[in-house]
């Protein structure tokens, strides 16, 4: 009686390859992009402006009863390469700079943790 072999096509492969990668180090979509290629352009920049132009006070200040600017637009859940969840504003917060420093710092896996990926 013959085998029965499975074979997976090359595209499929590689996706199911690229979300391994993607659990086992979640920044993998960084390497080797520069901050134009992760989607921080032009557009970004303009986006950005806007933004912090209508919502100018960090929301976590806020929340603690201080009132500081804010200066970084934050992705409330980080998109990982998801343009669709970087261009979705619902997941933007505006944040003055020791707050997303913070709040990236946790992400990132602690204050002097290398950067994954």
Known sequence: MAKSRVTMQ?????EVSTQAVQMLN????REGKNSYQQG????????RLAYLAKYPLCV????EGRVTAANELDHIQ?????MK???DSSN?????????????AL???????????
């Open 60 to 63: 976590r200040c806020q929340a």
């Open 40 to 47: 921080y352009t032009g557009k970004w920049r303009k986006a």
């Open 10 to 14: 090359p595209t499929r492969a590689r």
């Open 26 to 29: 979640p920044d993998a979509w």
């Open 78 to 82: 980080p998109h990982r390469g998801d």
């Open 85 to 87: 969840l970087f261009w």
């Open 107 to 117: 992400e990132d896996g602690g204050i002097g943790a290398a950067r994954r990926g």
């Open 92 to 104: 933007w917060q505006p944040l003055c700079k020791p707050c997303h420093s913070r709040k990236t």
